[in-house]
């Protein structure tokens, strides 16, 4: 059963393949994309023709590589712009949101809380598609009242960016709450004590203490927006982020390129993780 | 500790913005469009006529209810795959190998969406690796189309979503003491009844928060349906995307979001009400 | 007399150490055996082995005749009441008690006949549809053992149940389970690192330090004639000098300290003339003040401060060579006048201070 109970030789046995099979599972999709990416062939499948590096460095024209195909680097590059921004934006708003809910006491607040928690279970296509169209409720209301007009809500860079952060700061929030409720409230009112203000405990006490959980929900929120799919689907403009891009490539069929850019995010989200992980393991 | 008015406007008003401007009035909007809709003289008014359309269509409610159903099939494998594997790395790996195992397990989940389903992709495919291997190892003679099937499909769902079922998992179950389990052992319970009687019932709200998550995300899915499922295996929100980018009919689509978003509201109403917890509990 | 149990030369090593050495005793029927060390000792261990969730590297272990060496724990006739109890918590007191009933497979009616009958015995009747969470720390305790006795065991381990406790509920709870022992004569193997609890409730304890017994006895005699300087220094409270003997006749020796003080003491084991001891004395062998001074050992100490404890009240002296030494002083009134700073004399019988080879 457990390891301090007997276990029979066979019980063990079949355990232990099992999980080996869960983990070739896990990982074969993975491991066939990035090794395709090294294949000498026009399509992502075998036979293995051979080791090349075309997928990544080829200038064209029959095959063009990662490094020299500007629509992807356009997309990387609006990935990275978008990921950017919504962990600054989110971290900023889910610290506030942290502070709000543990610390202070306000009608509502078990209302609002809850809302907060919403989009936790609201499907990413909805929060999509709701805030395209209050989007452009508010785009047309604009128009028709002031006769203004404002990209911003149109489906564009910033609308994908509110729209990723609008589900992030949650994540955020939860993040930094636990972290919050670890804190002893004591040190801020010793720093208070020895004559501190307000905001000055706020800024040398408390956010210190925060600060790891801090980088660790901004590293969440970077991956978060970096993949995210369903809800900057129905948000992009003439920008399309990565997956964005991938998918319309992939729907149309696919060459080995797409391969050599899921490499590249395997080992860049891998390494992101990795760190954020040792970050996190060595505050505790 | 009391705090000046300023502090706490300063905590608030960026979460009340947040949430009102980006969850609530998003929403509203959702629910106004859906309630609109030309009338035979190409005016816009008030109607019943997008959730009509909804119960006359036969090919709109079936698809809705496949997706509920698939998507609860997906969330019940999911959760027999996952049991085992929770189980294995807390209670029987060496406390050495338990983290590898979890960060091993973390990984997958951290590189996009599409580059998991583009693995599955070219795996399964009638040109794909798995294939070639049975070609090679003479299992089949001619190449089987695997993929866009619903199998497919449900593999993977279930393998984008099996991460958020696990870590609820394995959190819940390390919390579990191991003397009760030796305990019941002691006292003469067999595997199954140390099972169904101390396991399973400790279990309970990880499963519930487990089991949220993934059917929310199922439920959700434009990528994986898309791309894996077949011609015939269409999926909920890709009617929503169908009405709102194919045909430009945003009123339907709306109606359509709505009861999406009615249907895992209730559905997770339901989880939580049956296993008497509430949702502030389960998101933590 | 029978045995329920008999360990015999059970050695448990793991990797780099080895955690119970040789360990060889008998626990008669009926009796309540505790096995007292610190943490760390190899108690838990040994009790681990026996309940079955481990197993010994060498040795055999019998309960009530037959070996059960590669038994697992569900079919061994002995029922272990954890270090935190470990009841279900999704489960009500009487589910918690029928547990093992029902694993058994018995019937509906004698589960529940059973089943409040032993709540009855331990003090909880009516408590069955109680949750966990609502029972007192006392409470709890008795429906972790009364879900073991219901299964009847030849033998009832128990793993230091009460640590979790607080000291009043502790103290009422020693007495307790001495009682329910004696009422329901199953065998009690009780482990505790507490001296009270091993002492109070036992038949016969084990002092167990480093994977080997030191010492097994009656609590009279682990406190009065203790066997090795372990035992002396983990049983009660003792006071020690540094000396060498200069004359020994049978058991009786003279001690000659490093502060120059002669005292008359008994030699446990193997000390010959001019070998160097410590010498142990508990603090109410000491007298103050005797009227009666024939054949005590004298000598004069200063008051330092007043340990006030109620009925185990001290002081604090020091000799001239300031050696700290604790003196019971008895809450008689005789010795109110007492202040820090007087000079007082002090004396004991031979037959108190115990001598062993000096630890180096």
Redesign the interface.
Known sequence: ??????RGRGYSWS?NA??IL??M??????V??CV?AFNNSD?????WQGFSLDWFAARGPERIGLFHDDQILRSLLTSLQTAVCVSLLSV??GT??S??FE??N?RFKGV????????????????G??????SN?AGAFLDETFGLDFAVFRPSFWLVV?GQ??FI?TFVT?VV??RLRKFD?SL??AA?NLGAT??GV?RHVTLKFLRPALIGAGAVAF?MS??N??TT??LVGSEPT??VN??LQ??DG?TPV??AV?LL??VG??L???VN?YFTKRED | MPRSRLVFWLFFAPVLLWLLLLIVLPHLDLLTMSFRGENDYGEMGWTLQNYRNFFTEPVYWLTFVRTALYALITTFITFLLAMPVAFYISKLARSRVRGALMILLLLPFWVSELVRVYGWMILLRESGVLNFVMLKLGLIDKPVEMLYNDAAMIMGLVYTSMLFMIVPLVSVMESLDDSLIEAAHDLGAGKIAIWRTIILPHCKPGITSGAIVVFMLALGNYLTPNLMGGKNSLWFTEQIYNQFIASFNWNQGSAFGFLLLALSSLIIWAGLKLTGQRLGEVAS | MTNDLSVRNVVKRFADFTAVNDVSFDVPSGSFFSILGPSGCGKTTLLRMIAGFDSPTSGDIDIRGASVIGVPPNRRPVNLVFQHLALFPMMNVAENVAFGLRRRGASGNEISRKTAAILDRVGLPGYGRKRIDQLSGGQKQRVAIARCLVLDPSVLLLDEPLGALDLKLREQMKLELKKLQAKIGTTFIYITHDQSEALVMSDRVAVMHDGRFEQVGAPQELYGRPATPFVARFVGDNNKWRGRITQRVGDDVLVATDEGFSFRARAQGCCGDGSVVDLFLRPEAMRIEPRETDGLNLFDVTVKSILFDGANSRLLTVTREDHELLVTLPQNRRFDHIEPGNDIRVGWHPESGICFEAES
């Open positions: 059963m457990i390891r301090s109970l007997p355990f099992f999980i869960y983990f599972f896990l990982f074969a999709p993975l066939v994309t395709l399509f992502p499948s075998l036979p900023a708003v506030c949101a502070f709000l610390k202070e306000f609002l809380y809850l809302l907060m928690l919403a989009p936790l279970v609201i499907p990413g296509v909805i929060l598609i709701s805030l395209l169209l209050a409720s509110l952060f609008s700061t939860l709450s636990a409230p801020e009112e208070l307000q905001f706020i991956l970096f993949e799919f369903n689907l129905f990565l997956p991938l998918y992939v729907r696919s797409i391969n899921s995010l395997v989200t891998s992101l993780a990795l992980l």
